[in-house]
């Protein structure tokens, strides 16, 4: 196996692996909803990390600043989705509806997560070029590397269920997920909070 691949599976694999809005949106879903509606949100997150990573290949054929402007215009719709996972967090607490399956799609909301997470957005702009050749991109490499991201967004996400869903069976389950449903809806709200510092600065960039 190239040396190139190696290093971005362990890169990729460090990325996925960090705490972050997809990692949060997982054990949230581990927490609130059944096993198969939680796969559902995984396979959703792996199906949205190969939409951005085509949309990055694509952006590499043009000018750098049109990349600039797709995560200025990701960073704003991204804040206003993540106030809105903040919210929906302490709505589940309010009307206690663990593991209630009514209007909840995760895999769309998977592909959501993914498409509008600044740690997923940020690889894929700074650091997914450097495994390419942005003079003559061949279409083999990136599909392979967003495969590559893709099958360790699976694998670490399916870990995460695994660890969760052991730890729930030595607690209290409903509060423990009421806890963690608080915590889940400061950290949406940070996240989207630190979208908007972010949206703000690079308009002053992009601008000047």
């Known amino acids: 196996m190239n040396t190139y691949l190696i290093s971005f599976f362990i890169l990729?694999?460090?990325?996925?692996?960090?705490?972050?809005?997809?990692?949060?949106?997982?054990?949230?879903n581990t927490l609130n909803h059944k096993l198969s509606e939680t796969f559902r949100g995984i396979l959703g997150v792996a199906t949205g990390i190969l939409f951005i990573a085509t949309l990055a290949t694509i952006l590499l054929v043009f000018a750098a600043n049109v990349m600039d402007f797709a995560f200025l215009i990701t960073s704003v719709i991204g804040s206003l989705y993540f106030f809105y996972l903040s919210f929906s967090s302490l709505q589940k607490i309010a009307k206690n509806d663990?593991?209630?399956?009514?209007?909840?799609?995760?895999?769309?909301?998977?592909?959501?997560?993914?498409?509008?997470?600044?740690?997923?957005?940020?690889?894929?702009?700074?650091?997914?070029?450097?495994?390419?050749d942005t003079k003559a991109i061949n279409y083999q490499r990136p599909i392979l590397l967003s495969l590559i991201?893709?099958?360790?967004v699976i694998i670490v996400h399916s870990l995460y269920v695994c660890t969760f869903r052991h730890l729930a069976k030595s607690i209290d389950l409903q509060k423990f997920t009421q806890t963690f449903n608080k915590v889940s809806a400061l950290l949406f709200f940070i996240f989207g909070i630190?979208?908007?510092?972010?949206?703000?600065?690079?308009?002053?960039?992009?601008f000047t």
């Open 194 to 206: 630190l979208l908007i510092k972010q949206t703000l600065d690079n308009t002053s960039n992009l």
């Open 12 to 28: 990729s694999l460090i990325t996925v692996s960090s705490p972050g809005p997809a990692i949060l949106f997982t054990v949230q």
């Open 98 to 132: 663990l593991k209630n399956e009514s209007r909840h799609n995760s895999f769309l909301s998977g592909i959501l997560i993914s498409l509008l997470n600044p740690k997923a957005l940020a690889f894929f702009i700074f650091i997914f070029p450097l495994y390419l």
């Open 149 to 152: 991201f893709s099958t360790n």
